[in-house]
C-alpha cells in the first residue's frame, strides 16, 4: 500500500505542478496583458501631454514674437518721442532765445533779445538771462537794473556784434566801464 500511497501522492503533486504551472502562466499572460495595457494607457497619456505641450510651446512662442513686435513698436515710437522731443526743445530753445526782453538800466529802457544778453553766457547779464534764473519784470513787463544806463546802447551793440564803438568823451567813457565791471563782461583784446 505504500506504494500506492506514492502514485497517488506523486499523481496528485503532478496535478497540483500541473495547475499551479498553469495558474502561474495564466497570471503571467493576466500581468503581461495588464502591464501591456497600463503601457498603452501610459504612452496615449504621454501623446497626449506631449500634443497639449507642443500647442502652448506655440502659444508662448507666438505671444514671444508678440511681445517681441510690441517692444520693437515701443522702441520706434520712444525714438519718435525723443526727436519729437528734442525738435520742441530746440523750437522752444530758439524762441526763448530770439524772444524779445525789455530792460531798463537805471531809467534808460531797451529792447533786444535773449541771445543778445546771453551771448557771454559768464557775465551777469548772461547768467541771469540764461533761463536758470526766474527774472523779476515790473508791471511793464521791464527788468530793472539798478546802474547808469546812459550808456548801455554801447554795451548791447558789443554784445551784438563783438565791436564797441567807444565814445570820446571821458564821462561817457567811464560809464561805459561801470556798465562792463557791473555787468562783468569780456573784452576782445582789439579794444
Known amino acids: 500500500m505504500a506504494l500506492n500511497e506514492e502514485r497517488i501522492l506523486n499523481c496528485f503533486k503532478d496535478s497540483i505542478e500541473a495547475q499551479l504551472a ?3 502562466a495564466k497570471m503571467r499572460h493576466a500581468i503581461e496583458q495588464q502591464n501591456s495595457d497600463m503601457l498603452q494607457r501610459l504612452l496615449e497619456q504621454c501623446k ?3 500634443k497639449q505641450l507642443e500647442q502652448e510651446k506655440l502659444v508662448f512662442e507666438n505671444k514671444v514674437k508678440e ?3 510690441e ?9 519718435s518721442f525723443k526727436n519729437e ?14 524772444q524779445k526782453i525789455k530792460v531798463d538800466v537805471g531809467g534808460f529802457r ?6 543778445t544778453l546771453t551771448r557771454q553766457p559768464n557775465s551777469l547779464i548772461g547768467k ?7 527774472i523779476i519784470k515790473d508791471d511793464e513787463g521791464y527788468v530793472f537794473f539798478d546802474v547808469d544806463g546812459s550808456q548801455f546802447h554801447l554795451l548791447l551793440d558789443f554784445l551784438r556784434t563783438g565791436n564797441f564803438d567807444l565814445p ?11 556798465l562792463i565791471d557791473y555787468f562783468q563782461i569780456q573784452l576782445t583784446d582789439n579794444i
Open 22 to 24: 498553469h495558474n502561474a
Open 110 to 115: 531797451y529792447s533786444t533779445s535773449i541771445e
Open 168 to 178: 570820446t568823451n571821458q564821462i561817457k567813457l567811464l560809464k561805459l566801464k561801470r
Open 67 to 69: 511681445l517681441n513686435f
Open 71 to 79: 517692444k520693437e513698436q515701443f522702441q520706434l515710437e520712444k525714438e
Open 48 to 50: 497626449f501631454f506631449f
Open 128 to 134: 541771469l538771462f540764461s533761463g536758470r534764473h526766474e
Open 85 to 98: 522731443l528734442k525738435t520742441i526743445n530746440t523750437v522752444n530753445s530758439m524762441q526763448f532765445i530770439r
